[in-house]
Nanobody
Framework: QVQVVESGGGEVQAGGSLRLSCAAS????????MGWYRQAPGKQRELVAA???????NYVDSVKGRFTISRDNAKNTVYLQMNSLKPEDTAVYYC??????????????WGQGTQVTVSA
């Protein structure tokens, strides 16, 4: 089993910054990907950014140049630095951990979510 705990959400004015953290513990294999999703009211959950255990990253177009994802493999922790925040970034942000077993089965785990609110 894997536990995923997020922290760092809050309320900020447009143009401000926030840093989200996510710590994962438990049975996490070397092949894994950690990422951040978000879900705004009335919208589908979308991938914001993800990073593999090897350091490969990808971002949704709307956050490129503003958000940076990073990780500390020794701590199984992933961070999302969010700069130049916009009201449309307001959402509940969820941390996700995908890990592949030695038999090539993937398992996915989610945190409880943290609210990010950006006021105009």
């Amino acid at each position: 089993q894997v536990q995923v705990v997020e922290s760092g959400g809050g309320e900020v004015q447009a143009g401000g910054s926030l840093r989200l953290s996510c710590a994962a513990s438990g049975r996490i294999f070397n092949d894994n990907r950690m990422g951040w999703y978000r879900q705004a009211p009335g919208k589908q959950r979308e991938l914001v950014a993800a990073i593999t255990s090897g350091g490969l990253t990808n971002y949704v177009d709307s956050v490129k140049g503003r958000f940076t994802i990073s990780r500390d493999n020794a701590k199984n922790t992933v961070y999302l630095q969010m700069n130049s925040l916009k009201p449309e970034d307001t959402a509940v942000y969820y941390c996700n951990v995908d890990t592949m077993t030695p038999l090539s089965s993937w398992f996915s785990y989610w945190g409880q979510g943290t609210q990010v609110t950006v006021s105009a």
